[in-house]
Each structure stands twice: as structure tokens, then as C-alpha cells.
């Protein structure tokens, strides 16, 4: 392991909340040679409206500008990292679906950035952005620093998305048995309780008590929401 490597693992993970994890890859962002950092986490639950959580170093008036006009349902770095796990960097083609995103960010000195997407077993997806406003980046920085910034979108994820999981999620630590996720694997693929007890090999009243045991677990009001929720949360 590098010495970056174990640098910024120790750290990050003896911190004990997202705001001072952000501040350590602040700074780790600034030896990289970058001004601005940027963190969003978007949990898995719930499913209709999940939570987002923002950080970043940028100023209040651009931050004011970016929520006023709306800009994070067209921000086409946000669309790339909900598909893709690929760096991106900024660039006017990136941009051209959004030209006045790209300009009101150029005119507060947003000028060159670089994107991480982040996915962890529990569901949560991340997307650490380094930017700055002089100089490009170029081809040889990449070259030089890819597995550095790499390492630090990934550790960060790792570091911010378990205390706010811990914190906004805490089915995300339900146990679930064997057997339960078992059944609630077959329920997603839409199998009734009587089906499923001849595929098991069970009661049928024997399926029921374990899709009762996961709801509770998982805190849902019914097998629906339960067997959404384990799959969400990687259970499944």
C-alpha cells in the first residue's frame, strides 16, 4: 500500500461524523491542487423521495444559485454518475444540454472539474467532484494523480455513507436469516407464500412467519415494502 494510500485511510476513518470526514478530503482535494470539493450521497431509502446529502466548500452564493434555479435535475455530471461508475471531466460537450448550468459555474470560478461515482454494498451511491479555477486538467495530471483521486472518491464514500447510514437508515443493519432472505428472494420474483412453501419445502404458515419476522426487521408495513427495502439495501 502507498503512503497516500494509508494516509488517507487513517485519516478518514477514525472521524466520527460526515462533516469532519468532508474537512479531511478538503484537504487531501487541496494537495491534489484543487480549489473546490464537492460530496453528494444519495441513500437508497425511501424509495419515492430518498434522502440526499451535500457537501461542499463552494461559496453560499453559488450554492444559493444552483438550489434556486433547479440545476441539479439537469446537471449532466449528476445524470453520468447515476449511470456510470467512470470519472468524467468537465468539458463544453459535457455541458451542452445545460449551457446555462455550465455558465453561471464558470462565472462563480468553476471552471475545471473532475467526477467520481461511488456504490457500496448498502445501496448508497456517491459522487466526489474536485474542481478548480485555473488550469486544466491535463492528460499527465490524470496519468499522475488518477488512483490518488480514485482512492479518495472511494474512501470517502466508504467513511461519509456509514455514519449516515448508521444515522438515516438503521434497517440498513437489520440481520436478517438465511431462510428469510431466501423467502424474500422468491417474493421478489412474485411468488405467493403457498408457492413458495412447495419450492421450500415448507408450511405454508412457515413462509408467512418468516416474511413477518423480515417486515418487522425491516421496519415495513408489508411484504411489498419488505422485500423493496432488502433489495435496496443489498440483502437480496
Not at 94 to 102: H, V
Amino acid at each position: 500500500m502507498k503512503i497516500w494510500q494509508e494516509d488517507q485511510l487513517s485519516a478518514l476513518s477514525n472521524l466520527s461524523s460526515e462533516q469532519e470526514i468532508f474537512e479531511a478530503v478538503k484537504r487531501f482535494a487541496s494537495n491534489l491542487g484543487f480549489d473546490y470539493c464537492a460530496y453528494g450521497l444519495r441513500l437508497p431509502l425511501a424509495v419515492a423521495e430518498p434522502k440526499i446529502v451535500m457537501l461542499n466548500n463552494y461559496s453560499e452564493e453559488w450554492q444559493r444559485t444552483y438550489a434556486e434555479k433547479n440545476y441539479f435535475t439537469v446537471d449532466p455530471t449528476v445524470r453520468h454518475c447515476m449511470q456510470s461508475l467512470k470519472p468524467i471531466i468537465w468539458s463544453d460537450p459535457l455541458f451542452s444540454s445545460a449551457r446555462d448550468l455550465w455558465e453561471d459555474a464558470t462565472s462563480f470560478g468553476l471552471q475545471h472539474g473532475w467526477v467520481q461515482s461511488c456504490r457500496d454494498a448498502n445501496g448508497s451511491q456517491g459522487m466526489l467532484t474536485l474542481a478548480r479555477s485555473a488550469e486544466s486538467i491535463s492528460d499527465s495530471e490524470m496519468k499522475s494523480h488518477y488512483l490518488e483521486m480514485f482512492w479518495l472518491a472511494q474512501t470517502a464514500h466508504i467513511a461519509i455513507s456509514k455514519i449516515v447510514h448508521d444515522k438515516h437508515i438503521p434497517e440498513s443493519h437489520a440481520q436478517l436469516t438465511k431462510r428469510e432472505v431466501e423467502v424474500l428472494r422468491w417474493t421478489a420474483e412474485g411468488k405467493t407464500s403457498y408457492e413458495i412453501s412447495c419450492i421450500l419445502n415448507a408450511a405454508e404458515r412457515t413462509i408467512n412467519f418468516h416474511i413477518a419476522n423480515s417486515m418487522q426487521k425491516l421496519n415495513a408495513s408489508n411484504k411489498i415494502s419488505a422485500t423493496v427495502k432488502a433489495a435496496l439495501l443489498g440483502f437480496l
